[in-house]
């Protein structure tokens, strides 16, 4: 019943959020108090430790580094660069962003490394393109979890050793072998993303006047702080990606590890923004006040009731229900759509997984399902919906939007276009994959 009520409270969020134009956040903060301490019985402190810093700094470090580069023009003059080199076939643009991402991931960026170095410039790039931002965004949120899923990066290692611990808590039943299987998921995460990103980009009247009367001009060459400003932005990768990649080719090797694990792309971003400001690439004063404070509200309110949740039990209940309630055809379509669920309200690596992996081995044993099939669906269910605005991925795609008018729009199609569609694909696709292993 109080799972129910939270659901309700977030759903109610949203509405008044919509309705009165007052940030949505600040309303899920109201739910949270409410709920928390006076239904639930935690105390405030409690509450006010939900607001998701990690998130929040994040969010805040990356922007101000990126303002930088959108300040100065090096951002815009990157993504005509790119719009230049798709000159002849400009149509394709969402599968170009979709492989880069995909590229990236693989390399072992982050999800969230991925989406912050592609959201500021895919936005661009589909204002100057004429095509549909919703659909840069799918591209390139569907291109960096793909990716992910590749057996040695970041969530693909995670997803691993959830399945081996499934497993060796169930000792009488035969294991699989993690590393194929996770190389099966991430070969179905790539031809999702395909067809999602192929149902937006042809599904969209927006996107028929992709490059249509468009002047695909040779850009000019990078001025000088563009050439810097450029150079920090490939530094700042490159100090992301090498260490965790070295950590995959070296895993014996302790002082990668240790580095590795010491690597964070917000406190990386905050060095390199530092460095920026002090060569003077944008005004310091323009670029503080290009954070999108807005959208930091709006996903640390959201943060704290969903953290309600989680601590109410809301998302163990949907786990142990699936178990128990679901006929056998439908359990594929179910763990696709209870991941969903899931993973709107918390982690995909944190808690989705964790909670629903245990249940595969017994389930798969006792329906004659392929375990494979019902980690896959786990998987690139409770992925359909990270593409929502209250999500990591989401919320750096906003804040990667131009202005507030823009931004509000664009949360709203995330939010009610972005993931209906996404679920709705993945639910069916993976019960086909289900039905074909």
């Not at 790119?82 to 072992?108: E, N, Q």
């Not at 170095?117 to 393109?129: G, H, V």
């Amino acid at each position: 019943m109080l799972g129910i009520v939270i659901i309700a409270a977030i759903a109610l969020a949203i509405f008044l959020g919509a309705r009165t134009k007052i940030n949505t956040g600040l309303f899920c903060m109201v739910f949270a108090y409410i709920i928390g301490c006076f239904v639930m019985g935690l105390k405030p402190k409690a509450i006010i430790g939900y607001w998701p810093t990690s998130t929040m700094f994040v969010i805040l470090s990356v922007s101000l580094f990126y303002n930088v580069a959108a300040i100065n023009g090096t951002l815009e003059k990157m993504s005509s660069s790119l719009l230049y080199a798709c000159r002849k076939f400009p149509g394709l643009l969402p599968y170009a962003l979709l492989a880069v991402a995909v590229i990236l991931s693989v390399m072992g960026a982050t999800y969230f490394t991925v989406l912050a170095f592609l959201a500021p410039i895919t936005l661009l790039i589909c204002e100057e393109s004429k095509m549909d931002k919703l659909t840069g965004a799918i591209a390139i949120n569907c291109g960096a979890l793909a990716g992910g899923n590749f057996p040695t990066s970041n969530l693909g290692v995670v997803f691993r050793g959830l399945a081996d611990t499934a497993y060796e808590n169930n000792p009488d039943l035969t294991a699989i072998d993690t590393f194929g299987a996770e190389m099966q998921i991430f070969l179905f995460a790539v031809v999702f993303s395909i067809i999602l990103v192929t149902i937006v980009r042809f599904g969209f009247k927006s996107n028929r006047n992709i490059g249509k009367g468009v002047e695909f001009k040779k850009p000019e060459a990078f001025t000088a702080p563009q050439k810097t400003t450029l150079t920090l932005m490939i530094a700042m990768m490159v100090v992301v990606l090498i260490f965790p990649l070295l950590k995959v080719l070296m895993p014996a090797n302790e002082a990668i590890s240790s580095i590795a694990g010491k690597v964070d792309v917000g406190l990386v971003a905050i060095i390199f923004a530092v460095i920026a400001l002090l060569l003077k690439l944008a005004p310091q004063k323009e670029a503080i006040a290009r954070i999108p404070w807005n959208t930091i509200i709006m996903i640390a309110g959201a943060g704290m009731l969903i953290a309600v949740a989680v601590e109410a039990g809301t998302i163990e209940a949907l786990s142990n229900w699936i178990g128990s309630n679901v006929p056998r055809f439908l359990v594929p379509i179910a763990f696709s759509i209870v991941g969903a669920i899931m993973s709107f309200f918390s982690s995909t690596t944190g808690v989705v997984a964790p909670a629903l992996f245990p249940l595969i081995p017994g389930l798969a044993e006792a329906t004659g399902l392929s375990a494979i099939s019902l980690f896959a669906c786990t998987v690139l269910g409770a992925q359909s919906s990270a593409i929502s605005p209250f999500s990591s991925g989401g919320s750096l795609i906003l804040g990667s939007c131009g202005n507030e008018e823009e931004r509000n729009t664009l949360f709203n199609r995330l939010l009610f276009v972005a993931v209906p569609i996404s679920v709705g694909v993945a639910a069916v696709f993976n019960f086909i994959v289900a039905m074909i292993l």
